[in-house]
């Protein structure tokens, strides 16, 4: 990887390194090591060690930020924004998928754009701006890259919950009494069950789902009844 490859990365990032190699070797999936015979440096210690920081750095901004919460409400939210599509999205937004070095067959599979590689990454990226500053730097950026950390946990608790949005679509209208969920169908062993659920909006149904769970099915289900409505006139 040239050095002028990551120049618009750095920029983006609003910090240049010093040593060069501990971003490349962030950038670097696992996945390399099948078409280099030689040793070649992963993300996966960095990837470790930024996933600490960056929980460290969040936890800290959180607890200021929600003096009222508790334990398990603080890390709710710090899983939030350390996890899932909001992590990916970030990753995305400062092209770190563009700049992944992983193995031909990997890339050709769809590698840039699973979660796992990008959060992997993202959290990479943070170990290494610590180890080639401090940790007082790695939080000014971690920051800068996070901004508004209240309005983006509004946005990112109102997505992951369906039934909650879905509840507050109808309440208004038909009361707060008015969506039933119910389970329609089981599949599967003990050990492995699917489940199906059906949303109901005063006994008409607006939604399916199929979940390992029934929360989950249950979650399935009423992003399907928001599209409903979406859809109604």
Wanted: with cysteine.
């Amino acid at each position: 990887m040239k050095p002028d490859d990551l120049n618009e990365l750095q920029e983006g990032l609003g910090y240049t390194f010093r040593d060069l190699r501990l971003l490349e070797e962030a950038l670097t999936h696992p996945s390399i090591l099948a078409e280099h015979p030689e040793p070649v440096t992963n993300n996966q210690r960095l990837e470790f060690l930024g996933d600490a920081v960056l929980h460290l750095i969040l936890t800290d901004a959180l607890f200021s930020l929600f003096p009222g919460d508790r334990e398990g409400a603080l890390s709710k939210r710090r899983a939030a924004l350390t996890k899932g599509v909001f992590l990916t999205g970030l990753a995305r937004r400062f092209g770190i998928d563009r700049h992944l070095r992983m193995s031909a067959g990997e890339a050709s599979s769809g590698g840039r754009s699973r979660a796992a590689a990008l959060e992997d990454a993202w959290e990479a990226v943070v170990g290494a701006i610590y180890r080639d500053s401090d940790l007082e730097t790695t939080r000014t950026c971690v920051l800068a890259w996070y901004g508004d950390l209240a309005g983006h946990l509004l946005n990112v608790e109102s997505e992951e919950n369906p039934k909650g949005r879905l509840q507050e679509r109808i309440q208004p209208h038909h009361g707060n009494s008015a969506l039933r969920y119910e389970v329609i169908a089981t599949d599967g062993h003990d050990h492995a069950r699917t489940f199906e659920v059906a949303v109901y909006l005063q006994d008409k149904p607006i939604g399916r789902g199929r979940g390992t769970s029934k929360k989950t099915a249950e979650e399935s289900a009423a992003r399907e009844g928001l599209e409903t409505l979406d859809a109604q006139p």
